[in-house]
């Protein structure tokens, strides 16, 4: 590839993330004509100022020492893993823009596996341009079938799109093989972008959550030491784009119920069950702070008007919060816990929560912690034999905790990933309508 051109495609990323600048200029000449030395240099400050501005160093330190500008320009890279699939993954995406029909498939219903139908023969080749077949897998005897080798393609196709990989095109499948190149491109270039520039501004120790792929990773000196899948709020209720410090660890919490999720959640069941505050082993208590008592029947009538009451969930197997509280101080009353019901880790759409992040391996995460901040050790030893007690920690030093919302990146196998939007943040003019119910097509 020509510097020109290298400059032309570094400069398409740099739009996508600042639309409203002046690249877009500087681009069509770079692809048109030969632009002489002094502009390409101009073209190469612009380029070092967005990643200086974005704390993101150029990979070759000495290439201002290089005085030929086109083969100084070609050294005028940033030093981001996984760079260079991006770029490779963006010309491709390029290419399909410029050289591909890629008009809607429209479905009726679902296409299951050994089934035919006569969409089978445009999904096999579209899957075969995103990279999600080795080759066209169309079978030429039986163009219409959808055969066991193309249902592979399409697990594949929805585990990297966030799908569960059941085989089965529905909607949901139906919608991310009909997103236009263009569009792809430009979700994998701003969020590669903001991935990065948040990478480059972290601390050596750091936890992160991101919202939309229902992942947290767990970094130490720039190596993952522990992932996870996490539940995350409700499109209604969603989890904030934010940042804190675990500064605390709880053994066996109680739960003091939010007053949104008491009218909102509890009260409905109360109504329906006045047994419901027992079973769930709530204590209630007055304005006053005292604990008061009424039978199921009573509980059931007092459900139905005004409500003066608090509910607390006592400690053990029921509590919703589970085993273990992870407590960062924010406005939101936002923190990590446990669960209650981990069955809902099973689902792809994990947007479940009143807002707070639930976390599968609540035990991988609270051992990390006590190994590597908690004070006390002996006594986090002695508490986890009584599973009713409540215990507090304070740590020896606090765990940064960043909850992001990236819907696109590169992953450990060079293959670009995407996910929903779930809480329609990064709205794009030509993508089908976002389902939020997204768990699989059925």
């Known amino acids: 590839m020509s510097a020109q051109n290298m400059l032309a495609q570094q400069l398409a990323l740099m739009r996508a993330v600042e639309p409203e600048s002046n690249y877009e200029h500087d681009q069509t000449r770079l692809t048109t004509t030969l632009v002489p030395s002094d502009q390409l240099l101009a073209v190469e400050r612009h380029i070092v100022d967005f990643w200086t501005r974005r704390q993101i160093p150029i990979r070759n330190t000495a290439y201002q020492s290089i005085q030929d500008p086109y083969t100084r320009a070609m050294a005028v890279e940033p030093d981001l893993e996984s760079y260079l699939q991006l770029q490779n993954r963006l010309k491709h995406l390029k290419w399909l823009s410029e050289t ?23 999904i096999a080749k579209r899957l075969w341009l995103l990279a999600d077949a080795d080759s066209n897998l169309l079978d030429p005897q039986k163009p219409n079938f959808y055969h066991s080798a193309l249902v592979n393609s399409v697990k594949r196709f929805q585990k990297r799109h966030g799908l569960t990989p059941d085989g089965i095109i529905g909607s949901e499948t139906l919608k991310w093989l009909n997103l236009a190149p263009s569009d792809r491109s430009l979700l994998l270039s701003k969020n590669f972008i903001q991935r990065a520039e948040f990478m480059a501004q972290q601390l050596d120790r750091f936890l992160v959550v991101n919202i939309p792929a229902f992942e947290m990773e767990l970094f130490n000196n720039g190596r993952i030491e522990l992932a996870s899948k996490v539940i995350v709020g409700k499109p209604y209720r969603q989890t904030p784009v934010m940042s804190g410090s675990i500064s605390n660890v709880v053994i066996n919490p109680s739960w003091r119920v939010p007053k949104n999720i008491m009218y909102n959640d509890l009260l409905p069941k109360v109504r329906e069950n006045g047994h419901y505050i027992e079973q ?97 050790k002996q006594t986090w030893v002695d508490r986890h034999v009584d599973k009713k007690k409540t215990q507090w920690f304070a740590l020896n030093s606090t765990l940064d905790v960043h909850l992001v919302y990236w819907t696109a990146w590169i992953d450990k196998n060079s293959q670009a990933q995407y996910r929903n939007d779930i809480y329609h943040k990064q709205s794009l003019t030509t993508v089908a309508t976002n389902s939020i119910e997204h768990n699989n097509d059925l």
């Open 100 to 122: 591909q029909s890629w008009s809607a498939i429209e479905l009726e219903g679902l296409i299951r596996p050994n089934k035919s139908h006569q969409s089978i023969a445009t």
């Open 280 to 376: 769930r082993n709530f204590d209630v208590f007055d304005r006053n702070n005292k604990l008061v008592k009424y039978s199921a029947e009573q509980w059931s009538e007092l459900a139905r008007g005004p409500f003066p009451f608090r509910f607390v969930q006592r400690p053990g197997g029921s509590n919703t919060l589970g085993r273990y509280k992870f407590y960062f101080p924010n406005d939101d009353s936002i923190f990590l816990h446990d669960t209650s019901d981990p069955n809902l880790f099973n689902r792809s759409n994990r947007a479940l929560s009143s807002g707070c992040i639930r976390v599968e391996d609540v035990e991988g995460l609270a051992n990390w912690i006590a190994a590597n901040l908690v004070k006390d």
